[in-house]
């Protein structure tokens, strides 16, 4: 069986398909989506997340930092994020958890073991597994890893949902898509050019992906991210629902932008994206959008 990496795993989980279930995020993303709320999900690899509101100022990261990326300043840790190699030792020692590494190793036998806890939870509640990310077909490390966590998700019986953007090689996507249950797909933008402009890859294998799942015998939930200015316009509406309804899809649910990741992308020591979100009226108008063009909207 494959290892790969992952960044969290939130059990008991009432958001992420039906019932009661198990959220794995697998670390690593071919997009670059600006308004991701989940930054340190983007990289395949392990990163420092320094909560500067949590150091205490011990100093414990300075003695264990071999870089010499964080000093004290004003009786607190000041990270340098331009020396820092992401070694986790400062993380190690910080008894006020304000550092903490975001990225682990692990085995689809440590997974599943982790899962397979909450079994009779997901019985009582029509529960399951669900794979994110980051995007969990591309994430994590090679393909091998989340085929073969879904194959052995769904041997053991479980509901498995995938959450995902749709970016993945087709034979990997067809893979997957005989041992998962429920979809929720992420659809950002319908112009091929746009959307590279927007997270810096196209969305051709998107499409494809997307048309294969709506075909398939998995249940598919379209979800938006739904950003001012980026992809709210008539156009892109229309577009989204000529092609949904061709597939006898009525229903959109939407994910307006909101401010929640910023702490994240202060401790990475990235920059805020240069989004905003909607006033209720605005919202309102966005919506009427999609009505108009026969698209019922459910805020996920
Ligand atoms: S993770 Fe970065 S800041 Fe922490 S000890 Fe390693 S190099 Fe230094
Ligand atoms: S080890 Fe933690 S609490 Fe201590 S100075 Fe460093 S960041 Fe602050």
Redesign the pocket.
Known sequence: MSQGMVYNIQRMSTKDGPGIRTTVFLKGCPLRCPWCSNPESQHNEPQ?LYFANLCTGCGA?VQ????H??SLENGLSK?RFE?????????EVCPAKA?EMSGKIMQVEEVLKIVLKDTLFYENSGGGVTFGGGEPTQGGGNGEFICDLVEASHGEGLHVTLDTCGACPEDRFQRLLKNVDLLLFDCKHMDPEAHKNITGVDNKIILQNMAAALTSKAEVKIRMPLIPDINDSADNIAAMATFFKKFGKHEIEIMPYHTFGMKKYDALGRPHPAMRSYTPDELLVVRDRFTQHGLNTVLA
């Not at 264990?64 to 870089?67: K, V």
């Not at 020396?83 to 993380?91: E, F, R, S, Y």
């Open positions: 420092l990261c264990a930092c071999p870089n990326a964080t990270q020396l820092c190699q992401n070694c986790g030792a400062c993380a550092r």
